[in-house]
């Protein structure tokens, strides 16, 4: 009974072996690519030109300036503002949906409707994360 116990230790030891060494089937790390309209793409608004830009309500009131544009990690977009100070000192810094903005056919008007600067100085002060 000895030798059948060695030779059924050696199957599985050898079995074992192949298992470590046997490489597992490669998978598909495909990426499917979606054809766009790079002309209306190239139509929409640029981050780094919207920076800087007053904001201003219906009133055409200005009511701050396009600090940042972040995507959320869910992927939805929002405008950092900043509001009050002179000359960045002084200035509270606001995130409000990037949706709430209304964005004329260039870029170089932004309204925020409803919005005054006492308004959006109570909303919380964002605060960059590094």
């Known amino acids: 009974m000895k030798p059948f116990r060695s030779i059924l230790a050696a199957a599985g030891l050898g079995a074992a072996v192949l298992a470590v060494q046997t490489p597992l089937p490669a998978l598909s790390q495909a990426v499917a690519l979606v054809v766009v309209d790079v002309k209306a793409v190239a139509a929409g608004y640029r981050a780094s030109k919207l920076t800087g830009t007053s904001v201003v309500n219906e009133k055409n009131e200005k009511i701050g300036s396009v600090d940042d544009i972040i995507i959320g990690r869910d992927k939805v977009l929002f405008a950092v503002l900043e509001v009050g100070g002179f000359l960045g000192i002084g200035a509270h810094l606001v995130a409000v ?4 903005l209304q964005l004329d056919e ?7 409707p409803g919005a005054s600067k ?6 919380p002060e964002f605060k960059y994360v590094s």
């Not at 949906?97 to 709430?100: A, E, L, N």
């Not at 006492?118 to 909303?123: A, S, T, V, Y």
Request: aromatic share 6%.
């Open 97 to 100: 949906p990037f949706s709430d």
């Open 106 to 112: 260039t870029g170089k008007k932004i309204t925020l």
């Open 118 to 123: 006492d308004e959006l100085k109570k909303l």
